[in-house]
Nanobody, 126 residues
């Protein structure tokens, strides 16, 4: 059973910053591009916001460009997401997982995707 573990969420004011971290099983870390997804309250779709490939190449959703930075640490098997200039619309539960192509995952997609961690909640509010 693959186990992913996310941490670092919390309550932050608009314009603030948070750094999320995810511990990834070595077997997954070595072969998969990894990403951070988020699921906003009341939304059944889980959205991919940032991707980092094994060679360090990154890709961001338009909503994250210029504000979020994803990185991976090959020594610790972690994937981090630095989030700056946070906005209320960034409020969501954030998850890390492999990236296989789809950027929006429906509930059916989530079930077929495999294991997910518990996520970490980010609330942006004044």
């Amino acid at each position: 059973q693959v186990q992913l573990s996310e941490s670092g969420g919390g309550l932050v004011q608009p314009g603030g910053s948070l750094r999320l971290s995810c511990v990834v099983p070595e077997s997954m870390f070595r072969i998969e591009a990894m990403g951070w997804y988020r699921q906003a309250p009341g939304n059944q779709v889980r959205e991919l916001v940032a991707t980092v490939a094994g060679n360090g190449a990154t890709l961001y959703a338009d909503s994250a460009k210029g504000r979020f930075t994803i990185s991976r640490d090959s020594a610790k098997y972690t994937v981090d997401l630095q989030m700056n200039d946070l906005k209320p619309e960034d409020t969501a539960v954030y998850y890390c997982n492999k990236v296989r192509g789809p950027t929006k995952l429906s509930p059916a997609d989530l079930r077929a995707f495999g294991s997910w961690g518990q996520g970490t909640q980010v609330i942006v509010s004044s």
